[in-house]
């Protein structure tokens, strides 16, 4: 199986399972990592890697915001499941752990250069 296969699937299955939500982060940070496990692969985003600090409002339940850590591909990975509507729908239907990638022509390194493709005279 491809990294790309792999860290959607794995993404799929925290938004199946409630660890990752759909909505997008209130806010949202960037830059080398601290150490913190990323909330897609479970490996920490050390300080020679690029990573994302995403920020989730309290849910009803909750009395404080939500920070989650990931890589760069893991975040471009929960991204593309997060907006697939294959993934909507077959999450609501707790069919998450069978799914193959979703379809299209979305992926991770593409979602990654439209995040960081450089700014210049256009």
């Known amino acids: 199986m491809s990294d790309e ?11 199946s399972t409630g ?11 960037g830059g ?3 150490g913190s496990i990323c909330a897609v692969c479970g490996r920490p985003v050390n300080r020679d890697e690029m990573g994302f600090d995403l920020e989730f409002a ?3 339940r909750r009395s404080s915001a939500v ?12 991204e593309l ?8 729908d077959k999450v609501s239907n707790g069919n998450a752990q069978r799914l193959r990638p979703s379809s299209g022509d ?17």
């Not at 296969?5 to 938004?15: D, G, K, N, P, W």
């Not at 920070?67 to 929960?78: I, K, Q, T």
């Not at 499941?81 to 909507?88: F, G, I, K, L």
Request: aromatic share 10%.
């Open 58 to 60: 309290p849910e009803a």
């Open 19 to 29: 660890r990752l939500p759909r909505r997008r982060p209130e806010r949202m940070w």
């Open 67 to 78: 920070n989650h850590e990931f890589h760069v591909r893991c975040f471009a990975a929960w």
């Open 5 to 15: 296969v792999v860290l959607r699937e794995q993404a799929r299955h925290a938004i």
């Open 32 to 34: 080398p990592g601290n």
């Open 106 to 122: 979305a992926t991770i390194y593409a979602r990654e250069r439209d995040h960081f493709k450089p700014r210049g005279p256009e």
């Open 81 to 88: 499941e997060r907006d697939s509507p294959e993934t909507a």
